[in-house]
C-alpha cells in the first residue's frame, strides 16, 4: 500500500525519546537512532534525534517547549518506549523495579501527553499513538508489573481520547501482538525468534493512525490480527 503524504503540511522530522534503546526495545529495537537517521536523509529526508530519558518530566517539558520554537506543531505523536521488568509473583517483585516500570510505561506516557497536547492542538490534523499490549486485557500469572503498566495505559490513553474527541486530535492504541524485539527474547527465551513477525511489519498500519485521513479515536488496534 502506498501512501501520499503533503510535505508542505507534514515534514518529515523524527523525534526520537529513549532512556537506553537496548533496555527500552517496546516495539523498535533493531537499528541505532543513528542508523534510522542516515536512512531519512538517504531518501531526502530530515531528523532530529533528541537523547532524553523519557522518565525526565522537565526535560520532556522542555522538549514541548523547542517543538513549539521550532515547528509550532506536533503532528505525529507515538508513544512507544516501555520495559518488561521482571516476570514474578507479584508479592515478590521488587519496589524499585514495580515503580520503573510504572514510570517508563505509564508516568512517561502521561508527561509526553501533557508537554505535547498544546502542539497537537496545533496541528491540522495532530495523531497521538501509544504501543500497548494483550496483556492489558488478560489475566496472565507472573505478568504483574507489565501488565498493570499497560492496564493503566489503557485507560489513560482512553480517557485522553474522550477528552479530544471534539478536537482535530485522533488519539489511539496500538498493540503489535507477538513482535521479534529483545523484550519478548527476554520473556520468551526459548522462543524462535524467526516465528514471530519483525517491528517492520508494523510501519503500514501505524502510519495510517498517523495519516490526516484517520478517523479512528480511541480504539484499541489489535495489529496481531491484522497481520494474520
Not at 200 to 226: K, M, Y
Request: one cysteine or more.
Amino acid at each position: 500500500m502506498a501512501f501520499e503524504w503533503d510535505e508542505e503540511k507534514r515534514q518529515a522530522n523524527l523525534v526520537k525519546h529513549g532512556v537506553d534503546f537496548r533496555q527500552m526495545p517496546e516495539l523498535f529495537d533493531g537499528p541505532t537512532v543513528e542508523a534510522v537517521d542516515d536512512r531519512i536523509k538517504a531518501i531526502g529526508g530530515a531528523a532530529t534525534l533528541v537523547p532524553l530519558d523519557v522518565t525526565d518530566g522537565p526535560g520532556l517539558d522542555r522538549l514541548g517547549a523547542a517543538l513549539h520554537e521550532r515547528f509550532g506543531r506536533l503532528d505525529v505523536l507515538l508513544g512507544n518506549a516501555g520495559i518488561l521488568g521482571t516476570l514474578s509473583p507479584v508479592g515478590h517483585i521488587e519496589p524499585k523495579t514495580f515503580e520503573q516500570v510504572m514510570a517508563v510505561n505509564v508516568i512517561a506516557n502521561w508527561r509526553l501527553i501533557r508537554s505535547m497536547d498544546p502542539l497537537l492542538r496545533a496541528s491540522d490534523a495532530g495523531r497521538a499513538i501509544f504501543v500497548t499490549s494483550g496483556v492489558s486485557r488478560r489475566v496472565v500469572p507472573y505478568w504483574g508489573a507489565y501488565a498493570a503498566s499497560k492496564a493503566a495505559l489503557d485507560m489513560l490513553v482512553g480517557i485522553y481520547a474522550a477528552e479530544v474527541g471534539h478536537t482535530a486530535i485522533r488519539v489511539n492504541l496500538y498493540n503489535p501482538g507477538p513482535t521479534r524485539t529483545r523484550m519478548r527474547a527476554d520473556a520468551f527465551p526459548g522462543e524462535n525468534p524467526e516465528t514471530v513477525p519483525a517491528p517492520e511489519a508494523h510501519g503500514e498500519a501505524l502510519i495510517r493512525l498517523a495519516l490526516p485521513s484517520c478517523t479512528l479515536n480511541g480504539e484499541w488496534v489489535a495489529g496481531d490480527q491484522a497481520l494474520a
